[in-house]
């Protein structure tokens, strides 16, 4: 009977244990963001057909639906759906963090900043389009590139690598933005191949002049590479890390109606979702959220063939939809993320994640 009550002690103590580690467990210490733009349910679909029901979305385990609108037009924009994901607040299409008189809105980005935590974005756009642009910039206009470009001084942003080297060397204002990143103290690369060499500090890296071309004509892994390396460095800082990590060219291939440009920019987002999901799970203080900032193309699946992997696709539109869109979670802090809420109540949710509410 002693025996009985000592290993009932015992067991009591270690659930009571692992019930403390898990709430510990609760609060990430590092929030991946992924947004595939443009990447709307059956864009989502047409890769799980492909991939033969192998996905590596479906690893996470807690779903939501978000509501894209912007704050006065059923179609959301990038720039009003990226400034809902940031911060919290609906505002006009075009609009990157402000609201309709110019009143800036702090990012999430900026708030990780101001609680010591390192923060990162990559794109497979220019790193001043739309939705990078919502996660560090303040801008009545979303096409004002060059400005975006130096408000990425404005904050002490850790890691960024996209295209777009143009907004900030070859500028109408002959302000050389390279020279007052390195002066920064900024690692700067020009060549993607070249970051494997980098192992600390903080980098940029402007792999184009413009736009990065499609992964079919010549990005190849930049994304996966990228965004690995990104989190290399930036796993570094002992008080976690915020990343927004974007598929922008998803959105193209929906406005261009092109399906082929369409899977395969889905097909690799998904693959980098696997690699980013693989780090999340071995270092089990990250909360992974994969989402689309809106659906674009109206794309349906009308027919396909699972086994085969095989899918015949349909456009309905050349802009934008407003239907919802699917948020997968994954990691401490993930099940917050199930139901169907408003784009802004993603930001409110990583604040909670991170533990910011009210600091
Ligand atoms: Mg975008
Ligand atoms: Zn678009």
Redesign the pocket.
């Known amino acids: 009977m002693k025996k009985l009550i000592y290993l009932l002690i015992i067991l009591f103590l270690f659930s009571a244990c692992t019930e403390k580690e898990k709430t510990k467990e609760s609060k990430p210490k590092n929030i991946i963001l992924m947004i595939g733009?443009?990447m709307g349910l059956s864009q989502m679909y047409a890769v799980y057909t492909i991939k033969k029901d192998n996905t590596n979305m479906a690893r996470c385990k807690h779903i939501g639906l978000v509501n894209t609108s912007s704050i006065d037009d059923l179609i959301t924009?990038?720039a009003a759906s990226g400034t809902a994901i940031a911060t919290g607040n609906k505002t006009k299409n075009g609009h990157i963090c402000v609201d309709k008189d110019g009143n800036k809105y702090t990012t999430i980005l900026e708030i990780a900043e101001e609680h010591g935590k390192a923060t990162g974005l990559v794109a497979t756009s220019t790193i001043t389009h739309a939705t990078p642009a919502a996660f560090i910039a303040h801008n009545i206009s979303r096409g004002d590139y060059e400005g975006i470009a130096k408000d990425f001084l404005v904050t002490d942003i850790d890691v960024f690598f996209g295209g777009g080297k143009n907004h900030f060397a070859k500028r109408k204002d002959s302000l050389n933005l390279i020279d007052s990143l390195k002066a920064r103290d900024y690692n700067i690369v020009f060549d993607v191949d070249k970051i494997s060499s980098i192992k600390n500090g903080k980098t940029a890296g402007l792999f184009y002049d413009e736009h990065p071309p499609k992964r079919s004509e010549g990005r190849n892994d930049f994304l996966e590479k990228a965004s690995l390396k990104a989190i290399e460095i930036l796993d570094q800082d002992e008080d976690g890390f915020f990343i927004m990590i974007e598929g922008s060219q998803i959105?193209?291939a929906?406005?261009a109606n092109n399906q082929e440009f369409l899977l395969d920019e889905t097909l690799e987002f998904d693959d980098v979702v696997g690699k980013i999901l693989d780090f999340a799970e071995k270092d089990g203080e990250t909360l992974v959220i994969i989402t689309a900032d809106h659906e674009?193309g109206g794309f349906t699946v009308v027919d396909g063939d699972l086994e085969k992997g095989t899918i015949k696709g349909h456009f309905s539109s050349g802009?934008?939809t407003p239907v919802m869109v699917p948020l997968y979670a994954y990691g401490p802090g993930s099940e917050d993320f199930c139901g169907v809420y408003e784009n802004t109540e993603i930001f409110e949710k990583m604040i909670v994640a991170f533990g910011f509410e009210g600091k």
């Open positions: 733009d443009g924009d990038s959105d193209w929906g406005h674009c802009n934008h």
